[in-house]
């Protein structure tokens, strides 16, 4: 059963815990006596639960106490609240309150600290790929010590039968020259199960994040394509957690190291 204290907002509730501290109230409590602390309309609901606790043996001090912990427990429920951003791309409704997923890219590596991961299905080449990779290019060259590490699908076409190798060799070459226009170079990882010959044994790297510094995560439907940023529509949450940031970068570490995802050969 609920109880109706968890329909009074965060300062209705610090102002009854305050009430039964300082005794303003006296039992049994009777709705009039709330009218300066709860909505008028929940006056009568929470009254009975007050008396019904101190006929229960509660003290007022506990209740007071009581209270004040729900009314923390909603002040940080808002500040996790706000910590979630939905970011978006296509047309807007008028009053959404969405960011722009080519605005929170840019900002997310042009301020990049320690370190930058990211994960795309789909990366754009030549001058769209530049200008989407660029902020990133230009904070790894003003600081050396930033770690980059990418997470990317290497794909063969349908009844392709060249050998993986080659296919890797060709998808650096191709990196190199019409992606990434740094001079250097981040981590590049992909899963060797996406060049598989099986269509029943191979799968592919479809996840789409950015992780940055272990403080922010970045979901996002969005690949890393001009087409992905600017004009399809796509929709995704920025979520400034240490906690999930250092979980989803993890998840990827893991596979590293149990050699899921391996390192693509001369990147």
Same mark, same amino acid.
């Given at each position: 059963?609920m109880?109706?204290?968890l329909s009074?907002?965060r *300062?209705?509730?610090s &102002?009854?815990?305050a /009430?039964? %501290?300082?005794?303003? +109230?006296?039992?049994?409590v009777?709705?009039?006596?709330l009218a300066?602390?709860? *909505?008028?309309?929940? &006056?009568?609901?929470? /009254?009975? %639960?007050?008396n019904? +606790?101190r006929?229960q043996g509660m003290s007022t001090?506990h209740?007071?106490?009581?209270?004040k912990?729900?009314?923390?427990?909603r002040a940080?429920?808002?500040?996790?609240?706000?910590?979630?951003?939905l970011?978006?791309?296509g047309?807007?409704?008028?009053?959404t309150?969405?960011?722009?997923?080519a605005?929170v890219a840019?900002?997310l590596f042009?301020?990049a600290r320690?370190s930058v991961l990211?994960?795309?299905f789909?990366?754009d080449?030549?001058?769209?790929?530049h200008e989407?990779f660029?902020?990133?290019?230009?904070r790894?060259?003003?600081?050396p010590q930033?770690?980059?590490?990418?997470?990317?699908n290497?794909?063969?076409?349908?009844?392709?039968?060249?050998p993986a190798?080659?296919?890797?060799r060709?998808f650096?070459?191709?990196?190199?020259?019409h992606v990434?226009?740094?001079?250097r170079?981040p981590d590049?990882f992909?899963?060797?199960?996406?060049l598989e010959?099986s269509?029943h044994?191979?799968a592919?790297?479809?996840a789409?994040?950015?992780v940055?510094d272990?403080?922010?995560?970045f979901?996002?439907?969005?690949?890393?394509?001009?087409?992905?940023?600017q004009?399809?529509?796509?929709?995704?949450?920025?979520?400034?957690?240490?906690v999930?940031a250092r979980?989803i970068?993890s998840?990827?570490?893991?596979l590293v190291?149990q050699k899921?995802?391996q390192?693509?050969p001369?990147l």
């Amino acid at each position: 059963m609920m109880t109706p204290f968890l329909s009074l907002s965060r *300062p209705a509730l610090s &102002g009854l815990a305050a /009430a039964l %501290e300082m005794e303003r +109230l006296s039992f049994p409590v009777h709705p009039f006596s709330l009218a300066n602390y709860v *909505p008028d309309e929940l &006056g009568a609901i929470i /009254a009975i %639960e007050l008396n019904k +606790l101190r006929q229960q043996g509660m003290s007022t001090a506990h209740m007071a106490y009581m209270l004040k912990l729900l009314a923390q427990e909603r002040a940080i429920s808002h500040q996790k609240q706000e910590q979630v951003d939905l970011v978006w791309t296509g047309p807007e409704s008028l009053g959404t309150e969405s960011r722009d997923t080519a605005v929170v890219a840019r900002e997310l590596f042009s301020s990049a600290r320690h370190s930058v991961l990211i994960s795309s299905f789909a990366i754009d080449q030549g001058a769209k790929g530049h200008e989407l990779f660029r902020p990133l290019v230009d904070r790894m060259n003003a600081n050396p010590q930033l770690s980059v590490r990418m997470f990317l699908n290497v794909k063969r076409q349908y009844n392709d039968k060249t050998p993986a190798s080659t296919l890797l060799r060709q998808f650096a070459e191709n990196f190199r020259k019409h992606v990434w226009i740094g001079q250097r170079l981040p981590d590049v990882f992909h899963d060797p199960r996406a060049l598989e010959l099986s269509t029943h044994t191979n799968a592919c790297l479809h996840a789409k994040c950015v992780v940055v510094d272990d403080e922010r995560v970045f979901i996002t439907s969005a690949n890393f394509t001009e087409a992905a940023h600017q004009r399809n529509i796509e929709a995704g949450v920025l979520i400034s957690n240490r906690v999930a940031a250092r979980a989803i970068r993890s998840q990827f570490e893991m596979l590293v190291t149990q050699k899921i995802l391996q390192k693509i050969p001369g990147l």
